[in-house]
Every structure is written in structure tokens, then in C-alpha cells.
């Protein structure tokens, strides 16, 4: 009986999770003429959906490098002002700590649309708008206290040992930081990192309020808004097919890290 | 060492580094509360407010600014009046509470309760369905010991596809032609402004976020010892006591957390009905889209008083839960 349900099972919940994003796959490889089949491979496939994406005039390309840019940037910027804070939360003695990691931890629970109201006026004002800085600065009010609660897990984990013995023979509190607890966290500051740019790029509301221009949209946005060639009708092998392109690069990079990732997004969990 | 945690707060399953298990070095269960002489704290202290100096100053700036302006903005009235000469000048006055007494009374009033019992209606459906199925699932993954990294990669494939993407492949799903009413056998209009787009939203929304739920319990579940089972079972418990006395209540502080951050993820809702649905659509039309669409058509004063409503719902939220079910979700953290 055991032996009988945990295959099924595990077959359900992956038929679950996939399936939503195989008829995706299915539906971008189909031509437009077939696009309203059902059948579980596309017959005749063609990139048809592709080359629209491509090429034409709906600036695809361009608004993938603008993701990269955001998310890319985000992540370095989030990294660098978080590694430092994450080590003193983990590592250092000093008061008030309860106090000011309950305070980074709970602006996790902000809703961007309060940030948008007036970081619009304000970035209208400083003419901001349309521009990268605008999308990556406030990604950093999600991104920023979701890296420095991992990294802070993340530190913890690490023989505080180490840091003794250096201090023992001679390092200050900073050069322990740079010489043993960096390199020893890398594994966590890389998973981290792919956290964040994940999150980062998968942004939508910031990105869809800030720019307005068509060449500095993202590709989420971009995506979204693609118009269909005969007026109303929505393009969606078009559509399906640029989402894969979209997601195929993340779903890999997170497939070929699942183990770090996991152990990253739970123990920010259950830390 | 003040472990306050039970054994949930021991490291998740299948991080690399040993769990903080057994007795504490020197020096690392401080509880920070001063008990302990400081030493050299002070010199910890000074070296701690600058490695944090960066952090609370970017997040001064994208969150205690924004505060500060909403909550200016939410008691002010921008409009366009005609001054002595006849001439048009835009003035923004002093309203007091206004903005706020406006959310309840009128046509915008109207249009603010019907978002706010959407996103409530949103939250507590989603994030029960959410609960039960990554529940279920983590259970039955518990058990399946071979195809668990199957099951992990393919957990994490909703996860990486973006909000807005899913969103437009389940609008493609949910299409009139599309395979969901094929599967069905019925002409249901999903997307339409109807009861059947808030089905839509809520199985969306479910399907990116429940296998999330399941991961962070089974990392939960991987720590229960498997001793307390067999100790169980020798007493002569069955599977649905061992379930209800045993794996529930162990499990239950990873639950919470999944649950919790959950909630407050959906009350933020925002890309699936935006993107799936559309804009200004009542039937699934919530706070944070009501903001949204206030800011974007410049009515800054209603759109900063729906923001800080929505805000104060989600500390609400956050308050009841803890105070409710006791999840210790920032002790947690501070817990070493």
C-alpha cells in the first residue's frame, strides 16, 4: 500500500506543478493557425511564435537586457549593503539588536504599493522616470531585508571558532570578517544572490509604474502588454512564447542549484 | 544559550552547515540583553552601528520616506480651482482625515470596501487552500524517499516563472477557447469581470505558491526524530494519532511561518488579478490595485490613504496572527 501511493502521489504533485508550464512550452511551439488545439504535443511545431518574438518592432530583446540590468544590479547593490549588516546582526555583540533586526524584518511585510504613491511624484520630480535607477531602488525595499534575514541564517551557521582564533592571533574584528567569514559564507552569499536576482527579476509592479517608454520596459512588462497583430485579439502563442524565453533561463539556473536554493528560501523560513 | 526555539529552529534539512546543536562555545549565546559583563561590546557596538549604517539608510530612504510622504499626501487634497482672475491654479490643501472618511462613503466608498473584501476574501482562501494542499504534499513527499529531488525541482519551476508571466499563462488556460473549459466541457468566461475570475485568481495564485508552502513543510518535517515515531507506534498509535499528537505539533512552528508569510503576501495581491484579470474590475479588483490605479491617474491624496489603509490591515494581520496562534517569527530570528 505505502509502496503504491508514494509514487502516485509524487506523480500527482508533479503533474501539478508541471503541467501549467508544459502546456506553455506545447502552446509557443505551436503555429498560429493551431493555436486553439488541445493536443498534448504541437502537430505540425513551429517557431512561428518565436520569430514573432524576435524580431518585429515589440523590442524584446532590448527589454530582456533591461531585466538584466535591474535584477543584475539589484542583486550586486542588495549584496553589498547586506553581507555588512547581516554580519553584525549574526556575529557582533551590541544593543538594541532584537530591536533592529525585528525593524529590517518587518519591513518585509510593506506593501510596494504604498512605496509607489510617492516614489512616482518624487522620481517625476528629480526626472527619474524611464530610467534604471528608478526600478532598481526601490527593488532594494523588498530585496534588502529578504537578503540580510538569509545571509544573517546563513553566518550563524558558521564555528564561531574561527573568528576566535583569528582574533587570538592578531586580526581585527573587520579582518576576521574579510580573511575567514567571507570566504567561508560564499556558499551562502551565492545562494543568496541567486534568491535575490530571481525575486529582482521577477518583479512586476515597480517596473510597470516607473517607465513608461517602450525601450526601457522590462520584460515582464513588455511581455504583458504585447498587442496582437489583428487588433483586439490577444497574442498569446506569441505571448507564451516569450514567456518561455523569459523563464527557461531562470527555471534552469534554479534547477541546476534547487538544493542551495531550497536550503536558502527554508531556512529564511525557519530560522 | 538561550534556545528558546524547539527543534524547528535548528537549521532546515539539507543545509550544509551543522546545525547550532549541542552545547554553545564561549561567547555565542549571548542574549544581548546585558546580563553578561560587555567586555568589549563597545567596541562591538561602534563597529555594528557601521556595518548596519548602510542598510538602515537604504531602507530609510525606500521605506521610512514613503511612509512619511503617504502619510503627507494621505491628508492633503490636490485639485484644480479657479483663482480671482478666472484662471486655473492647481493648490493642494490641508483635508485633515478626509481622504480616509472618503474611503467609506460614496461611489469611492463603494469601490474601497468591495477591494478590501476582495483582498480579504483572496487571502483567507487562497492561504487556506495553499495550507491544506503544501501540507498534503509535503506529507506525501515525506514519505517518497526516491523521487524527492524530483519533487524539489519541480517545486521550485512555479517559483522561478514570474507572477506576471504565470499570470498571462493561466489567462492563455483560462481563455474562452482555452484548455481549461476544453478540459471541462463547459463555456465558462473565466476572465470576464464574473464570479468565475476570482476562482481564476485564487487557483493561479495557488498553484505558484502552494508547493512553496510544501517545501518549507518538509524542511520542517525533516527535523521531526524518528525515534518519537517508533516510540509511538510501540505504543500503539495509529497513523492518524501519530499524525494529529506527533507531526502536527512538531511541524506546527514551520507551518506558522509558511502560513504567515503567506498571509501577508496575499493581502499585498497585486500582479495575478492585474495581469489575469485586468484593471478596475470589481470582482477581483483588490487594495493594492485600487492604490495603484489612484497614483497612476495622479489622485495621490485617496491613493496614499488606500496605500497606508492596506498597510495597517497587513500590521493588523500580522498582530492578530502572532498574538493568536503565537508564531515566533521574529524570536526566531534572534534565536542563535
Not at chain 1, 547586506?82 to 554580519?87: D, E, H, K, L, Q
Not at chain 2, 507531526?247 to 499585498?268: E, Q
Request: proline letters at 5%; charged letters at 15%; glycine letters at 8%.
Amino acid at each position: 500500500m505505502k509502496r503504491l501511493t508514494s509514487p502516485l502521489s509524487l506523480i500527482a504533485v508533479v503533474a501539478f506543478c508541471l503541467a501549467p508550464f508544459y502546456w506553455m512550452i506545447v502552446s509557443s511551439l505551436r503555429r498560429t493557425n493551431d493555436i486553439l488545439d488541445k493536443s498534448p504535443l504541437p502537430s505540425p511545431w513551429s517557431l512561428e511564435n518565436y520569430r514573432a518574438v524576435f524580431d518585429g518592432g515589440n523590442g524584446f530583446v532590448r527589454a530582456l537586457g533591461n531585466s538584466l540590468v535591474v535584477a543584475g544590479v539589484t542583486t550586486v547593490l542588495t549584496l553589498i549593503v547586506g553581507v555588512s549588516a547581516a554580519y553584525a546582526l549574526a556575529r557582533l555583540d551590541f544593543r538594541f539588536k532584537r530591536l533592529v533586526l525585528a525593524l529590517i524584518v518587518s519591513t518585509s511585510m510593506f506593501p510596494v504599493s504604498l512605496l509607489i504613491v510617492p516614489l512616482l511624484r518624487l522620481f517625476t520630480d528629480i526626472g527619474w522616470i524611464n530610467s534604471y535607477q528608478a526600478m532598481v531602488v526601490p527593488n532594494l525595499s523588498f530585496a534588502l531585508p529578504l537578503a540580510v534575514w538569509n545571509l544573517t541564517v546563513f553566518f550563524r551557521q558558521l564555528p564561531f571558532e574561527l573568528e576566535q582564533a583569528a582574533m587570538v592571533d592578531g586580526c581585527t574584528a573587520g579582518q576576521a570578517f574579510r580573511k575567514v567569514i567571507l570566504p567561508l559564507a560564499a556558499p551562502g552569499v551565492f545562494t543568496t544572490a541567486i534568491i535575490t536576482f530571481v525575486i529582482a527579476w521577477n518583479e512586476y509592479m515597480i517596473a510597470v509604474s516607473m517607465v513608461n517608454e517602450q525601450s526601457m520596459k522590462t520584460a515582464n512588462v513588455i511581455v504583458a502588454q504585447f498587442t496582437g497583430q489583428h487588433g483586439f485579439d490577444q497574442p498569446f502563442g506569441t505571448q507564451m512564447a516569450a514567456g518561455v524565453v523569459v523563464t527557461v533561463p531562470l527555471v534552469i539556473v534554479v534547477l541546476v542549484f534547487q538544493r542551495r536554493i531550497v536550503a536558502g528560501l527554508t531556512s529564511g523560513g525557519l530560522k | 544559550m538561550t534556545h528558546t526555539s524547539t527543534g524547528a529552529g535548528r537549521t532546515a534539512a539539507g543545509t550544509p552547515a551543522a546545525a547550532p546543536a549541542g552545547p554553545a562555545p564561549v561567547g555565542r549565546g549571548r542574549p544581548g540583553r546585558g546580563r553578561r559583563p560587555r567586555g568589549r561590546a563597545d567596541g562591538q557596538g561602534r563597529l555594528a552601528a557601521a556595518l548596519l549604517s548602510p542598510t538602515l539608510a537604504v531602507l530609510g530612504v525606500v521605506i521610512a520616506f514613503p511612509i512619511a510622504v503617504a502619510i503627507w499626501d494621505s491628508l492633503h487634497t490636490t485639485s484644480e480651482e479657479l483663482d480671482a482672475d478666472g484662471l486655473v491654479v492647481e493648490g493642494t490643501r490641508f483635508t485633515g482625515l478626509r481622504n480616509y472618511a472618503d474611503l467609506f462613503r460614496g461611489e469611492a466608498g463603494d469601490r474601497f470596501l468591495n477591494a478590501l473584501w476582495n483582498t480579504s476574501f483572496f487571502t483567507v482562501t487562497t492561504v487556506v487552500l495553499e495550507t491544506l494542499l503544501g501540507l498534503g504534499m509535503a506529507l506525501l513527499m515525506h514519505r517518497a524517499f526516491r523521487g524527492r529531488a524530483l519533487f524539489r525541482a519541480s517545486v521550485l519551476v512555479p517559483w522561478a516563472i514570474p507572477t506576471a508571466i504565470s499570470a498571462l499563462l493561466w489567462r492563455w488556460i483560462f481563455s474562452a477557447d482555452g484548455v481549461a473549459n476544453a478540459v471541462l466541457g463547459r463555456e465558462v468566461l473565466w476572465t470576464a469581470d464574473g464570479a468565475a475570475a476570482k476562482w481564476a485568481v485564487i487557483l493561479a495564485d495557488t498553484w505558484k505558491t502552494a508547493p512553496f508552502v510544501a517545501l518549507l513543510v518538509l524542511a520542517g518535517l525533516q527535523i521531526i526524530p524518528a525515534e518519537v515515531y517508533e516510540a509511538a507506534r510501540v505504543d500503539g498509535a495509529n497513523a492518524w494519532q501519530r499524525f494529529w499528537s506527533i507531526t502536527l505539533p512538531m511541524v506546527k512552528p514551520a507551518l506558522l511561518v509558511a502560513v504567515m508569510f503567506r498571509m501577508l503576501d496575499s493581502l499585498r495581491m497585486f500582479d495575478v488579478p492585474q495581469v489575469l484579470i485586468g484593471t478596475r474590475k470589481p470582482a477581483v479588483e483588490t487594495l493594492s490595485q485600487l492604490a495603484w490605479d489612484e497614483a497612476m491617474n495622479l489622485r495621490f491624496g485617496p491613493a496614499a490613504a488606500c496605500a497606508i489603509a492596506l498597510f495597517l490591515y497587513i500590521i493588523l494581520a500580522a498582530y492578530v496572527f502572532v498574538r493568536l496562534l503565537g508564531a515566533d517569527i521574529i524570536g526566531r530570528g534572534n534565536a542563535r
